[in-house]
């Protein structure tokens, strides 16, 4: 039997939300909830353009950071990002989205719709990532990582109280090992 995919994601099934071939849209982070279902939107957002919208649920991210890799500096033509990252579970798109299959949400904060300023404290940046490759200093008293955060290793310009921390998870994580 020929597929009827079509290459746009339409199976080919009128938008049909039944049958073995669409249980995915019943699953985070397609599903769509209801007003009348528990989902409390504290935000929303969209993309630049505005034709994907979301809501979030939960008041804080997972955690919340600023990339400096040369990657994000060149797709956001700044020094670094800003990104949040949520579960599944915890966004409700409001117009159709495709899914790099993971199971977490990677969003950028300054395309959240802040209803109140002090909203925007509940995305304070847990740290920095890639900070050697940045292209100016920031001297906020932030951890500073050379990669990704806990799976590479602070820099200089890290609070000593976090260099301390991670000196101790390591050498409780080798205790471990032993």
């Known amino acids: 039997m020929a597929s009827t995919y079509r290459g746009n994601g339409d199976n080919g099934d009128e938008g049909s939300t039944e049958g073995e071939l669409n ?3 019943h ?9 009348n279902e528990h989902f409390n939107a504290r935000y929303e957002g969209s993309c630049h353009c505005g034709k994907v919208t979301y809501q979030l649920s939960r008041e804080k991210p997972l955690d919340a950071k600023y990339c400096h890799c040369t990657t994000c500096q060149k797709i956001h033509g700044a020094p670094f990002q800003w990104a949040a990252i949520f579960h599944k ?5 409001t117009t159709p989205i495709m ?3 993971r199971n977490m949400i990677l969003l950028f904060p300054t395309l959240i719709n802040f209803k109140d300023p002090a909203e925007r404290k509940n995305f304070e940046i ?3 990532m890639f900070y050697p490759q940045r292209v100016l200093d920031i001297n906020d008293g932030k951890p500073k990582w050379s990669g990704i955060s806990d799976n590479s290793d602070l820099i200089d310009d890290s609070p000593q109280e976090a260099v301390n921390e991670l000196k101790r998870k390591r050498q409780e994580e080798e205790n471990k090992k032993d």
């Not at 579970?89 to 798109?93: G, L, P, Q, S, V």
């Open 27 to 35: 699953r985070a982070p397609y599903r769509v909830h209801h007003k």
């Open 126 to 128: 847990s740290c920095h």
């Open 99 to 101: 899914d790099e299959g």
């Open 89 to 93: 579970d915890d966004i409700n798109f």
């Open 23 to 25: 249980e995915w849209k």
